[in-house]
């Protein structure tokens, strides 16, 4: 059996990733969503293994340095990160695993994963980006201006990707994921091997 | 604007590629069917530029010296080829082109345009395929023993093309076709230019 493909998705904040891969897992079951671990406290509602996997800081700094994450990354005092063991085992299992992160993580991920499968979402327009950014309005401007910064730094890192979706219509936008999977699925390299008829 | 891709779609004899690619071309109208130059005589119910560009022998060893063909062959006594101007004219144009010929052939673009897109279609088993070529039981065991020979050389080949389909539920085939372009379509390099956003 062949081994299953790691599909790094992300973009830049306020494009929605999140529904994107909420409608993924909806429509398309054949993938297991990795989950990452954390040192932030757990909130109300949070399980263990479902939102998050929750670290201890003196535990996550041992796993960073066992080498035990594919990628992670610090914000706002606390660490985030991909377990390694995890992701290993569902692509040994020939299963596809997908990986949400953010593009500092996904630029990790392609130096130490190159045969990842790297996807980025992108808005439609800048202008849809900036409303997005402004949130309820409720924002000091200066905060804002700081993520409009970003947001325009994170989409320069689009052409690292191997795909580009435009997030227009979110079920268009899981169609164009699901027809990705698919056709890399369809690969002679990914299914050769398997077929049959050609044994 | 960026050109279009050439996607060539070929598979054993008895696969069934013909209702397959009438069938894509039902579904997905944004691909441009390349129609082939041939020698034999034009038959009953076809028309001069939808079944094939109608030619005297003398014109097209003209063509074929001239390296007027993105390919071509000789069965039975007849020349077969794809004519390059209008798939050029088709991709120079941004339009996605589809040739539908045989491995002969797809292996002689791949030659000369390593960039187009090559998609085996391949029987869900070679007793199926037997099967299909057996055709209504009228044909001398020895005409059937030669053509499952070419059937089993011709399934070596799938291993030359980006992508293999199964060919089993003729819809599928159709639909797993179109996640295919969708997909190439998505690829950075192909859209990245296009997008406003990025700019």
């Known amino acids: ?4 493909k790691m599909y790094v998705v992300s973009g830049p904040s306020g494009v929605g990733k999140g529904t994107v891969v909420k409608g993924l897992l909806e429509k398309y079951s054949e993938i297991f969503l990795s989950v990452s671990a954390t040192t932030r406290e757990k909130r109300e509602g949070e399980e263990e293994g479902i939102n998050y996997y929750y670290k201890g800081k003196q535990e996550f700094t041992d796993m960073i340095e ?3 994450f594919l990628e992670w990354a610090k914000f ?3 660490y985030y990160g991909t377990p390694k063991k995890p ?3 569902m692509l040994d299992a020939g299963k596809d695993v997908l990986l949400e992160i953010e593009i500092q993580g996904a630029m990790e991920v392609k130096k130490n994963f190159p045969e990842s499968i790297f996807i980025f979402i992108a808005p439609p327009t800048v202008n849809d980006l900036l409303e997005r950014l402004k949130g309820r309005g409720t924002e000091p401007e200066d905060v804002i201006a700081l993520r409009v910064e970003t947001a325009k730094k994170e ?5 690292e990707y191997d795909y580009i979706i435009v997030n227009d219509i979110v079920e268009k936008t899981v169609e164009d994921f699901i027809s990705i999977i698919t056709a890399e699925r369809l690969k002679t390299e990914r299914c050769i091997d398997e077929l049959e008829v050609l044994k």
Chains 1, 2 share one sequence.
């Open 76 to 78: 706002c005092e606390n």
């Open 155 to 159: 989409l320069g890192f689009a052409k």
């Open 1 to 4: 059996m062949s081994k299953g």
């Open 66 to 68: 066992k080498g035990e």
């Open 87 to 89: 992701v290993e085992k």
